[in-house]
């Protein structure tokens, strides 16, 4: 499909476009583009790329073949994906990652990965399911100048209607017309034209940065508070979509494949009991945050909002410093 169709044609020049429903049909249409483009049938993966069998990071119900053909790596670590390339040389289809989820890129791994990927001859895939049109128009890859070979989006490109994309290369892409995709209401026109509608008001320049401005403000104000209320948290992302961590127990909130949150935390532990408080407080407070995920600065949000947002946030600070 022309990206001009969907509004993408100024963002992803002399790229082709096949539209979806759920993230999990375009990353899943990319794994299988890149095993008709190779010949090969193992993925590589980090992050979390949606529910289908070759991405679940719940091993319940899914074939033995499909997890053994399904591997991972560590993030910001080139030398292991290297391990895995090597142990697996000539058997890898692709690399599908999201480019960053709480942690952001060290200065040369997305570029590193891409290199390594290319000298085993496989695709490189971003998965911009999050990242996508919040940290920049062209995502993750445009603000850290990092070309993939097929990259999928959905969410903020349509501002929450039902779509998703799957952008790349015409020759890779091309491979899927040797195969066969389809859903219940992919041809659904008003999420089209939500996208459509979506990425013109992008274009006009001024949401990103608000969101960038905003987020920023709340990185730094949890910051202060955190400093001021003696927990030991910390405040991490970048600016379009921050998190909070707790840092009592110097426990991994982040799981080799990109999940964080509350299921790599001990429970009764200083920091699941400091998690478990901090997310409590702000509820009652009226502050909705996602516990288990990085959060996501709107467009629609103001100033008036982030001065309420961390006036709840001090007085859940303050409950944590009590309930430990």
Known sequence: MSLGLVGLGDVYKRQVASLFKSGSDSTTAAVRAARIWTGRDKIVRWGYNGWHDWACHRPAGIARSVREDTLTFRYNDLDSLEDVLERNK??????????????????????????????????????????????????????????????????????????????????????LLQSHTSSTFFTNSIAMAAAVANIERLKQGDVIPHMWRLGQGLLDGLSRLIEDSGVEAQAIGVAPMPYLIFTYDNQNWFGDTGQNGKPTLEKGSRSEVAWRTFYTETTRGGVLFHPNHHWFVSAAHTDADLERTLSVCADAFAAVRRAL
Not at 94 to 119: A, D, N, S, W, Y
Not at 122 to 132: H, P
């Open 90 to 175: 000539g058997r890898v289809a692709c690399v599908i990652m999201m480019p960053l989820e709480i942690i952001p890129p060290q200065p040369g791994f997305l570029e590193g990965v891409k290199r390594l990927v290319h000298e085993h001859g496989a695709v490189f895939i971003l998965d911009e399911m999050r990242s996508g049109f919040r940290m920049a128009l062209g995502g993750a890859q445009e603000y850290y100048g990092v070309t993939p070979d097929l990259a999928t989006f959905s969410k903020a490109m349509s501002n929450g209607y039902a779509i998703s994309a799957l952008v790349g290369r015409r020759d890779i892409m091309m491979g």
